[in-house]
């Protein structure tokens, strides 16, 4: 991870976070106690800021420097409001295209995602606050810049953004096996929000529900799954196929 996206030391992390830093994730030395720890994992709780307890010996991967126990991984980049980013390509007279990240935890799967999805045209690209890959110089690297291209949203759970966007007349489209409809059984002409899940679990059953339409891509071999970033660049580029 890039210096330029992590800070360290309780008093420097919890001055970020009242300051209204973007912090992606904070990691937390196992066992520290203190008043000032406690202070840290009180802010945390009250921002919903995503954070994670691990040993030490993390802490020091991540920065040689005194840590005192924690450190935080900064987002290079400013999150969009997803209201009004929905809201402004509606207004453009552009047919709406999104994507919803259900936790992709890979940050090379995740940058991937946003180098075809700027290619493709996404109009933004919607994740959890919580349980997803951060921000950081992998996603960079791995996005060949475009990270700071195409507009991301952050939102408490997957959940809200599908409410919003099938409220504003977008039609949620599920990337799964579960169906019998292939990806050229699905309309994406009209204004659509695709999601993809986790690399282990997919798409979490509760989100599924949900969903307006479901796709799948047609496997010929003996493998049962595609790697998420590939598999998302199949469904974009069959959404530009049938809007060209």
Known sequence: MENSTQIFGLRAVIEAINAGETVDKVFLQK?????????L????????????????????RLTKNNHQGVVAQISPIAFHDLDALVEKTIESGATP???????????????????????????????????????????????????????????????????????CGIKVIAA?????????????????AIIMGSEGR???????KLVDAKAKLPLLGEIESLNVSVACGAFLYEAVRQRL
Do not use: W
Request: hydrophobic share 40%; proline share 4%; aromatic share 6%.
């Open 176 to 192: 799964t096996e579960k169906t019998d409809d292939t990806i050229f059984d699905v309309s994406f002409n009209e204004p659509c």
């Open 31 to 39: 066992g520290l106690k203190g008043e000032l720890f406690n202070e």
């Open 97 to 167: 295209l999104f994507l919803l990240l259900d936790q992709i935890s890979d940050v090379r799967n995740f940058g991937a995602i946003i180098r075809t999805a700027e290619c493709t045209g996404v109009h933004g690209i919607i994740i959890q606050k919580k349980g997803g890959a951060p921000i950081n110089g992998d996603t960079i690297k791995t996005s060949a810049g475009a990270v700071f291209k195409v507009p991301i949203c952050k939102v408490d759970h997957i959940k809200d953004a599908m409410f919003h966007m099938q409220a």
């Open 202 to 208: 997919g798409i979490n059953p509760s989100v599924l």
């Open 41 to 60: 994992e009180a802010l945390l709780r009250k921002k919903g800021t995503n954070s994670s307890y691990v040993p030490v010996e993390k802490l020091n």
